[in-house]
Structure formats: C-alpha cells, structure tokens
C-alpha cells in the first residue's frame, strides 16, 4: 500500500504489521498524553515532587537523554570533523537518535515547569549568571542544527527526492554538512557542560558543588565529555536494538568497532577523570564544607554502592569491554558494554540531579526520599514512545542505514 | 531635599535562648503576607511556612535533655561576589537581592517555575505553590491589601515583609525624611513573638539593635564578632542575613557541619 514511499532496494514489513506495532507504541503515547494533560491543567501538585524534592524524575530524564543523545554531536565531529570516513554509515541514525532525545528534553521541560506559558521568560528575561540559561540558548539551537542535519536524510525520500528543487536542496545541504556539525559540537560542548554546571554550582549543597575553572564547575567539563564517551554508546545500543527489531544487520561491523573502540577510550579517560574528581571532592571540597564522604552515603537508598555502580559496573567495566579488540568484536560482550555504559551515564545523572535533593545539608536536616507519581512516568515515557515511532517512521520510509541495501540483497 | 544613598542591610538575630517554640511568628507571617494553606496540611513537605520553626534536642538521655526551638525564615544570604545561592542560578532574573537594603526579593510574576532557585537553597526557605490558594469563605476579605497571592506553579518565600518597608518609606518621603526609624519597619514575626525573641533591623546601623547584638563584621562577609551569635551553614558561604544567638554550646555547634575529624581535633 505504502510501497511506493519505502526505498529501493530495501524490503519492510506489511503496513498493516507496521500499524499494529505502532497502535501499541501509540496507546502507550496516549497515556503519557493523559499524564501531561493532568500536569498542563491542575498543575505539578499531580506529581508526587515537594518543596524538598524540587528537581526529581523530570530534571533526571532530561539530563539523561541529552546525555545519551550526546552521540549525534560526537558522531557528526568524527565524520564531518575528524573525518572518519566509515562512520557516514551511522551518522544518519546517530542523528535520529540526537534528534529525538532532544525534542524529549524541551517536551519534559515544558511539562516540568510550573507556568509553561511563560517559559519564554528564559530568553526574554535570560539571567546570564545561570546555568539553566545556558542551557535553554544552547539546547534550543542546537535542536535547530540536529533538524537541518536531519532534513537531508527526509529529503532523499523516493517521492520527495523526486522533486527536483528538494533534491537539489538536500545535495547542497550535504556539501555544507561540516558547517553544521561544527557549530552542533560548539553549541553541544556549552549545553552538555551547563547541564554539568546545573549542579556543580550549587554552594548550598556539599554533594554536587564542585570547585570552578574560571566560572565552569568541574562538572561543567565531566558533563560534556561523559556526554561525547556515552552517547555513542547509545547510538549502537539503539542500532543493536532496531536490527534485533528488524531481524536485520543493518550497520557493518566495521562501523560499530570503530564507534565502540573510539568510545570506549573516551570512557576510560573519563572514568578516571570523573575518579579524580570524586577522590578530590571527598578528600577537600566536602571536608571543607564540614561534610565526609560518608555524610553523603549513610542512606538506605544512597549508600555507598551506588557510587561504585557508577563508577566500576557503568564506568570501568564497559570501558575495558570496548577498548579490547576481542571484547568489542564478541556481540555478547559489546551488548553488555553499551548497556552498562547507558545505565552509568544515567546512573550519574540520576545521583547529579536526585541525590543532590534527597541528601541533607542542615545539621538538623534528613534524607528525603521520593518516589514519582504515574503522571510523572508517563510523561517521561511519553518523548520514548514518541520517538519510538519517529525512529519506526524514518526507518520504514527514509535511507536511514546506508548498508542496510548491501547487507540484506533482495532476491 | 537631600536623597539617601547609604547602603542598608536589613537582617534579623534570633535569640534561640529566648524562643519558646509557640509558633506565633509563624501565624504572624502567613497572616501578614496571604500565605496559603491546605486543607489537610499533614504532609509538611509540600506546606508553605515562610518561617518555620524547627525542634532540635541535644540527644542525651534524662536529665541531660535539652532542646531549642529554630525559628527559619530566608536568610537574604548575601552569598559570594554578592550572589546569593538562588539569586544566582534563576534564569529569568525572577529574584533579586537588593543592593539598597540587602533584601532577597522575589518577583512572582516573572517567575516560571523552574525551581531551580529551591534546588539552590540549602534552608529550604523557598516554596512552590503546588495549588493554586483556596481560601474559606470569607476569608478572602481578611487578606492583606498589600500582599499579593501568588498563583499556582510560582515560588515564594519570605519577603522581610518588605511591604513594610515601602509602606514606611512612603511616609517618611511623605514627611520629608528619607530615613527611618528603627522602629519604623519591623517584620510581622519580629512584633508578634511574645518571648521577644527575634530582633530586626539594619545591620550596616550601629545604633541598631541588631547590630549591637550580632556585632557583623563586614570585612569578613558580615561573620559575628559576637562569639555567642552564629549563622546557620556558615562554611558554605552563604553569608546570611539572620543570626542566631545562644549561651549554649551544643546550640551553636548546631548551626553547621563539622566532620569528625575536627570535632576530636577541636576537643583535644
């Protein structure tokens, strides 16, 4: 029915399969709808945040998919930048990927703030001491830069690609690419890093303020650099997952090595970067603070492990697995590498944003924990399935894996 | 007429010796400044108190208790380079710290509702307002003329009742002077405690109470030089405007986090 519309050369699954898969992703986008209708209409008192739990689940969503969505920015200054050649086989998806974890930022942050109409105020009234303005600027730019490098790829449909004004638009938008992922890597490195400085300037509270170079936190620099080392790790997990989907190879093992070996030594220095860090916030920072690493850690919850789970199970475990040759070339291995390493970054996100709120700071203060309501999962599922269905779309109609053609011939 | 340019900074001292724990500030306040309240207020966490007072014991057993009563509203922390912790991070400039009286000030209208600045504040005396106020009938027409309410989705705090403030200003321009009394603008909280237990005024005034009380010293970010006065979360370099002052020594020591190390250092 809808074959005239999917590339040459390429098979897909019948319509009415595709629709059904997309009918269940879609009820899951109508709860969330549900969920953010409740938050947009009565208000955040639908979520189950306090006074004390200001950013919780929302703040942490946000920071995690922009951190795993760091892959496009990384992946487009190795190909366009760096340029390594092998990677033009992945930078479409990796920008897919980008494009979606971004439009789910601004969709959370839009949910998440308690007037939404006057989120303008952020750039009418921009306040340039703060990092969260940093972020606004640099987050919607960027999204812009990830649509332009996007709108190529929904160019070279068959029946748009027919048109020869588009045509002609998407070759040139080609030519002029590197322009584009050189200012989606300047504007990346400032908004990644400002998420990082969210937290790392916060003076009131011992556990994520970190000491500054200049007027960037350490955390400004941790933020963009785990972003640039994880986020590639995500763009194969999410190709990993679209062939399992498939039942396809769709990217050459070439490709994911050199994406897998490239990311796994940002990893390892990261980690070691981020131990520092750690290790130099115990022994001074805090102390200074009146606060031991142990002030931070005596929580049923947040103990002592989840720094360890951050650091060796989401850190140096897949940073070992990626940088061996034998580790990123045996498949179980390299699932069980790009999984760790998601749950790390996000680990790390998670502890910046939730355990910053939950650990106490006066002397006379304790834990507060939190769990989120319904509306609050929903919503923040919602930009998943969404994307989920972007990504279905966009695979089903758009030549998004260059190699998917050569590595699945057609009888 | 000569124009005032003398920088103040309006703060409080608490004598913590003094405070009985009855709450009165408390009422005064949200009376004073239209601070909305639930039906069912049992769950504190999400209770909007401008000033809230907190019990602390000293955790010995009988007859070695003893306990103190810390009343809490916003510091109006001066912070450093003058940005106070909130102040610095709001995005849409939706709060303030006034150069001319040291008053933190927030701007509801402005304000989106990130939250952030609550993300910021170490004292949790900032407050969202999860519902939009409902007030039982009739009490509307109790509410303060000068207050605004706030709306849902917006953060609050305490003011220093700087309506106060304008409000005794316009008389005094009215009259002719362009300085107050001391007696002239005092907070709700500061009149209504019965124990006399909070003092408010101009730190930068030595003929003031409270500077005689605290005794800041500017040169250090307004440190007492009081030692039985201290401020809460001194090491963080807030650089609050409230002081607290007590003859108790576990009190004090209260106010902020030492590591154990220190303490046994400290008692060596």
Known sequence: MDSALIPKGVKRCPLPVFAAGIAVVGAVVLWGVAGMLLCWLKGLNQTNMNDSYGFALWIWADLAVIAVGGGAFFTGFLRYIINKEELKNIVNFAVLVGVNCYVGALLILGIDVGQPLRGWFIFWHANVHSMLTEVAFCLSCYLGVLIIEYIPLVLENRQIDKVPFFHNLGH??????????????????????????????????????????????????????????????????????????????????????????????????????????????????????????????????????????????????????????AGRRNPLLLWTAVLLATFGVCLNRWVMVCQTMAAPVLPFDKWVLYSPSWQEVSTTILPVALGIIVVSLSYRYLPVFPQEQELNPID | MKVDTKQKKFGMAIDLDKCTGCGSCMVAC??????????????????????????????????????????????????QHGHAPCVSVCPAVATDNDKSTGVVSQIYTRCFGCRYCMAACPYHARYFNWWDPVWPEGMEKYLSPNVSPRMRGVVEKCSFCFHRYQLAMDKAYVEGRRELREDEYQTSCTQACPAGAITFGDLNNPKHTVHKMVQPDNKHHGKPKNPKAFRLLERLGTNAKVYYLSDRKWVRKLGDNQTPNEESSKKH
């Open chain 1, 172 to 325: 040139n938008m080609h030519e002029i690419m590197a322009v584009f992922a050189a200012t989606g890597v300047f504007l990346s490195c400032f908004h990644q890093g400002s998420l990082g400085g969210v937290a790392g300037v916060l003076f009131g509270r011992p556990f994520s303020y970190r000491e500054h170079l200049l007027v960037w936190p350490w955390t400004f620099f941790l933020f963009t650099w785990s972003a640039a080392a994880f986020g590639p790790c995500f763009t194969i997990l999410c190709t990993k997952i679209t062939e399992v989907i498939t039942g396809k190879k769709l990217v050459k093992d070439n490709v994911i090595e050199l994406l897998a070996k490239i990311s796994g030594w940002m990893i390892f220095f990261y980690i070691i970067a981020k131990t520092t860090d750690t290790w130099y916030w115990a022994a001074h920072t805090a102390p200074a603070m009146g606060f031991e690493l142990n002030d931070f850690y005596n929580n049923v919850l947040y103990g002592k492990w989840i720094l360890y789970a951050e650091i060796i199970v989401g850190g140096f475990i897949p940073a070992l697995i990626l940088i061996t040759k």
């Open chain 2, 30 to 79: 949200m009376s004073e400044n239209n601070v909305p309240f639930k039906k069912d207020e049992t769950n504190k966490l999400d209770s909007i108190t401008w000033i809230k007072v907190y019990k602390v014991t000293n955790d010995k057993k009988y007859p070695d208790t003893d306990l103190c009563y810390i009343p809490r509203p916003c510091m109006h922390c001066d912070g």
